[in-house]
Nanobody, 118 residues
Framework: VQLQASGGGLVQPGGSLRLSCTASGSIFSINAMDWYRQAPGKQRELLGGISSGGRSSYVDSVKGRFTITRDNAKNTGYLRMDSLKPEDTAVYYC?????????????WGRGTQVTVSS
């Protein structure tokens, strides 16, 4: 299973971006789709996730600004980020809990850079 993340880039403060993460390979099902980020010099932090049933949850620092959705038919998860701040600058990662013919495990995307700057 491979996860391909895209959609990062440079955005001005107050702007928006939408990240995508698509899984490919031999997949029976995708359970949780989670999003993380890692800022320079900091540990990777969980931002939130969405269950297979579509229920999403977020950490307080992004609640109300970030929205996680998914398209099960496309094996794709999305992270919509609004009202971006310079402190949102980080590499963003997706992590899917996947069930395959070989079993269930977590798979990480490589990350996509988001830079919020004027």
């Amino acid at each position: 299973v491979q996860l391909q993340a895209s959609g990062g880039g440079l955005v001005q403060p107050g702007g928006s971006l939408r990240l995508s993460c698509t899984a490919s390979g031999s997949i029976f099902s995708i359970n949780a789709m989670d999003w993380y980020r890692q800022a320079p010099g900091k540990q990777r932090e969980l931002l939130g996730g969405i269950s297979s049933g579509g229920r999403s949850s977020y950490v307080d620092s992004v609640k109300g600004r970030f929205t996680i959705t998914r398209d099960n038919a496309k094996n794709t998860g999305y992270l919509r980020m609004d009202s971006l701040k310079p402190e949102d600058t980080a590499v963003y990662y997706c992590r899917f809990s996947v069930t395959t013919p070989k079993g269930a495990f977590a798979s990480w995307g490589r990350g996509t850079q988001v830079t919020v700057s004027s």
